[in-house]
Nanobody, 124 residues
């Protein structure tokens, strides 16, 4: 079992920055691909970014490429997403997720564990 707890959400103006963190408890954090997803009101949950077990590979949704950066610290059992140049359309609840393996999937059903989410609101 892996428990995931997100933090770092909040209200920010367009063009601003936020860094989300996701702390994992349980065994062998480094055995999991980690992903960030988001869900806006009335929309499907969508992939944002993912990172391989070692951190050597990353994958991004086109909508955030060049603005968001995912990283992980396996010694701290934590994954991050640095969000720059935020836009109102980035407003959503952001979730982190873990998948046992080393393929960075962009579909939610491939991920085994989920956090409760953290709200990000970007005002125009």
């Amino acid at each position: 079992q892996v428990q995931l707890v997100e933090s770092g959400g909040g209200l920010v103006q367009a063009g601003g920055t936020l860094r989300l963190s996701c702390a994992a408890s349980g065994r062998t954090f480094s055995s999991y691909v980690m992903g960030w997803f988001r869900q806006a009101p009335g929309k499907e949950r969508e992939f944002v970014a993912g990172i391989s077990r070692s951190g050597g590979r990353t994958r991004y949704a086109d909508s955030v490429k060049g603005r968001f950066t995912i990283s992980r610290d396996n010694a701290k059992n934590t994954v991050y997403v640095q969000m720059n140049s935020l836009k109102p359309e980035d407003t959503a609840v952001y979730y982190c997720a873990a998948d046992y393996g080393d393929i960075i999937y962009s579909v939610r059903h491939e991920y085994d564990y989920w956090g409760q989410g953290t709200q990000v609101t970007v005002s125009s």
